[in-house]
Nanobody, 123 residues
Framework: VQLQASGGGLVQAGGSLRLSCAASGRTLSNHVMGWFRQAPGKEREFVAAIRWGATWYADSVKGRFTFSRDNAQNTVYLQMNSLKPEDTAVYYC???????????????????WGQGTLVTVSS
């Protein structure tokens, strides 16, 4: 499956952005979808995942970010509210087929990745 992430940009602290990840080549409805991010000089880290109607979030974004999916559009979304400067990173969407739930926060569980979209939060 090919993934195309979009929606990044520059926003002030406290603001909001919505990231989108459109898929082609395969339907997403049967995949686990994830968002990861990588800040400058840091390792890529888990942000959120969705499987059917269930969602998982990193503690750092819980209550501020919402992950949703539109199976008809074969697209997933990450609504990011109350953004903080520490949310600044390149955000990547990922897809995995047959992921074991205990590994849903792990990079290695996902086999398809989008190109990343940059989110910059100014203070």
């Amino acid at each position: 499956v090919q993934l195309q992430a979009s929606g990044g940009g520059l926003v002030q602290a406290g603001g909001s952005l919505r990231l989108s990840c459109a898929a082609s080549g395969r339907t997403l409805s049967n995949h686990v979808m994830g968002w990861f991010r990588q800040a400058p000089g840091k390792e890529r880290e888990f942000v959120a995942a969705i499987r059917w109607g269930a969602t998982w979030y990193a503690d750092s974004v819980k209550g501020r970010f919402t992950f949703s999916r539109d199976n008809a559009q074969n697209t997933v979304y990450l609504q990011m509210n109350s953004l903080k400067p520490e949310d600044t990173a390149v955000y990547y969407c990922a897809a995995g087929d047959g992921i074991i739930l205990t590994t849903i926060r792990q990079i290695r569980a996902y086999d398809s990745w989008g190109q990343g979209t940059l989110v910059t939060v100014s203070s």
